[in-house]
């Protein structure tokens, strides 16, 4: 089984900034991709950024120039950080990763419980 926590959520005013960080953790072969998504009250869960094993790295248009992702492979963590936060970031915020497990060598995609981002005044 692979488990993925996420933590770093809270309230912050709009303009501010988040760090949120996930740890994957269990029966872990490799991880092809990590990535963070959200969902807020009434909407569908949408990505917010990913990353892969390659490098390569994609962002939702709205969060662009706003969150970075980063990765370290060796720790199986991921990373967002968050600046120039605004009311419509609110959501709960997802850690995702597929991953390629190392007892029955099949890949899938494992979430984290989720963390509340608020942007408020």
Do not use: H
Not at 16 to 25: K, M, T, V
Not at 26 to 51: C, D, H, K
Not at 79 to 103: F, G, H, W
């Amino acid at each position: 089984q692979v488990q993925l926590v996420e933590s770093g959520g809270g309230l912050v005013q709009p303009g501010g900034s988040l760090r949120l960080s996930c740890i994957a953790s269990g029966s872990i072969f490799s991880i092809n991709a990590m990535g963070w998504y959200r969902q807020a009250p009434g909407r569908e869960r949408e990505l917010v950024a990913r990353t892969t094993s390659l490098g390569s790295t994609n962002y939702a248009d709205s969060v662009k120039g706003r969150f970075t992702i980063s990765r370290d492979g060796s720790r199986n963590t991921a990373a967002l950080q968050m600046t120039s936060l605004k009311p419509e970031d609110t959501a709960v915020y997802y850690c995702n990763a597929q991953v390629r497990d190392y007892i029955s060598l099949r890949t899938g995609d494992y979430w984290g419980q989720g963390t509340q981002v608020t942007v408020s005044s």
